[in-house]
């Protein structure tokens, strides 16, 4: 059974796994149908699970509608978060971006498509560089208000955005953030850079998207099967199983090998292991991945498997993360106390 935390500093109870939506519907012309999506749904909350996520732009609002009728009768047992920004008519300037009418029209047509009087957590899916963030975090707030939306979260935006906003609601009395969502793997993890120690500063939760680099870590290219052999004629995903990238997910095949576990509960545990505020969002078309997926959650790598697979796929900090932390100039800001042990301040 999964554990719970909190998420952010909140006191939202949620499942250490969060079960990603976007493969449930076939309006996109691919993913799960509406009986099986039911059957995964089902398996999650058997495994515990209690925090789905959801947008309203998956499969043009059909995932939503598939989650609104496997809730009913349960639904004040599930945390769930939707999102809102992306457009539901091209044609309408005004249905999209992070604008006021924009998102109070998505609300109620989410709310509608859930079948439900609330959501538990309203996602600023993108960042939209048109609309100020102080109009969306005041916005925000007023559906709090409302009682429309518990609790809120900013995905795929700067680092700056989240905390100037998060500043400006704290000394207004408005409603602050509590997490972000961003794509967070071992293959992908520029979010190191400034929005994971932002997240962490502000004590937001940080859910990860992706957790499994559109399956390239869960060994669907390097154990041999038909997805291997999609790979070797040239046709399988789109730019992710690099040379680089495979080398990477045959590290991580030894050593879910070493313990007798998937690939995929390497990649999930290893996200789930870089702190507390982790979560990582696992997606799943069949029964089979999501039981997988949850089979993560007991799963210790050790300390020596992570300073393998961190030291893998270390990032350069880039500037000014690198430039600081360069002896000659931690030298000039600290004197004589530069490279001594220095007890730090609690946050």
């Not at 006191?11 to 995964?40: H, K």
């Not at 004590?203 to 997805?227: C, F, H, I, Q």
């Not at 360069?326 to 004589?336: A, F, L, P, T």
Request: with cysteine.
């Amino acid at each position: 059974m999964l554990n719970y935390k909190l998420l952010g500093r909140s006191g939202l109870r949620v499942s250490e796994i969060c079960l990603g939506t976007m493969s449930f519907g076939q309006d996109w012309g691919f993913g799960a149908d509406e009986a099986t999506s039911r059957e995964v749904l089902d398996a999650y909350r058997e495994g515990g699970g209690n925090f789905l996520d959801t947008a309203d732009k998956y499969h043009n609002g059909q995932t939503e509608e598939y989650v609104g009728r496997w809730m009913q009768g349960h639904r004040d047992s599930m945390v769930v978060a939707t999102k809102y920004t992306l457009s539901m008519d091209h044609a309408d300037p005004n249905a999209s971006g992070n604008h006021r009418k924009n998102m109070m029209q998505s609300v109620e047509a989410s709310l509608r498509r859930l079948n439900t009087d609330y959501i538990d957590l309203l996602w600023v899916h993108a960042y939209d560089d048109d609309t100020p963030f102080e109009e969306t975090i005041r916005a925000l707030d007023d559906l709090v208000r409302q009682g429309k939306v518990h609790y809120i979260g900013m995905s795929d935006c700067p680092a700056w955005i989240v905390s100037a906003s998060n500043v400006m609601a704290e000394l207004r009395g408005w409603t602050q953030f509590i997490g972000i969502q961003v794509e967070y793997s071992l293959l992908q993890r520029d979010a190191e850079r400034d929005l994971i120690p932002m997240a962490q500063h502000f004590d937001l939760g940080v859910t990860a998207w992706a957790p499994l680099a559109g399956g390239v870590l869960s060994g669907k290219y390097t154990r041999g099967g038909e997805n291997d052999s999609l790979r070797k004629s040239g046709n399988a995903s789109k730019g992710r199983d690099s040379e680089e990238s495979l080398r990477v997910a045959r590290i991580v095949d030894k050593i879910a090998d070493a313990h007798g576990v998937s690939s995929a509960q390497v990649a999930v545990a290893w996200v789930l292991q870089q702190g507390y505020g982790f979560f990582p969002i696992v997606g799943a078309r069949k029964v089979s991945q999501i039981k997988d997926s949850l089979a993560a959650s007991p799963l210790r790598l050790t300390e020596a498997n992570l300073k393998e697979l961190n030291e893998l796929t270390a990032i350069e900090p880039g500037f000014p993360h690198d430039f600081l932390a360069s002896d000659h100039v931690q030298e000039m800001v600290k004197g004589e106390i530069a490279g001594k042990r220095i007890k730090r301040r609690s946050r």
